[in-house]
């Protein structure tokens, strides 16, 4: 076992980020109140992308500080952060480009999606997935992104509504490369446990 995965599975150091991520998850879900103020209760589920996807990788970090697995969850916590992550880190670099100016918040934006797309990375060779629990996955993660911009129930970034075909178009593909990630590792997971 080298250094790094002793580190990432020392239950000290799970308790710490599961302490990060239920804080991250809980401000996420508050950074969308505005929005889901507005939203039919149909598409409710589908809004929240980012608190979501912390919230899958919450219930990851509970399995495994249980000893156990949740597969489905942990193909969910893996597209989804890796999706999510990168989408907001990109999004904010965009707002600061178009408009000129990025909020502290933003910024701070920027570093926690960052780790959520690093953490989902970092701990995939710990999942236990198989392909049908990638598949449902992918569904899910394609789904959601009809529901963003089929229905255009996606995050609100002032100033960057002009771009939203584009963003629709980078998101899909986002999704695809995401979910091409979750099979890589579902593939070397099943060529080394044969």
Not at 1 to 15: G, K
Not at 46 to 52: E, H, N, Q
Not at 113 to 137: C, E, I, N, S, T
Not at 163 to 187: H, M, N, P, Q
Request: proline share 4%.
């Amino acid at each position: 076992m080298n250094f790094l995965t002793m580190v990432l599975m020392d239950r000290r150091f799970l308790w710490l980020l599961l302490a990060v991520n239920v804080v991250g998850t809980v401000y996420g879900y508050y950074w969308y109140i505005p929005q889901l103020e507005v939203t039919p209760p149909h598409f409710l589920l589908f809004v929240p992308d980012s608190p979501t996807a912390s919230l899958f990788f919450v219930i990851v970090l509970v399995a495994f500080l249980r000893n156990t697995h949740y597969p489905l969850i942990e193909a969910l916590a893996l597209i989804t952060l890796v999706k999510y992550g990168i989408w907001a880190v990109v999004m904010n670099i965009l707002t600061l480009q178009v408009t000129g100016y990025l909020s502290w918040q933003g910024y701070m934006l920027i570093a926690s999606h960052g780790a959520m797309a690093l953490q989902g990375v970092l701990y995939a060779k710990r999942y236990q997935m198989k392909l049908w629990h990638v598949l449902a996955a992918a569904i899910w993660t394609l789904h959601n992104d009809v529901i963003d911009y089929v229905f255009l129930q996606y995050p609100k970034y002032p100033g960057l509504e002009m771009f939203v075909k584009e963003i629709g178009y980078f998101t899909f593909w986002l999704s695809i490369c995401s979910i091409g990630i979750a099979l890589f590792v579902y593939k070397r997971r099943s060529s080394l446990q044969t």
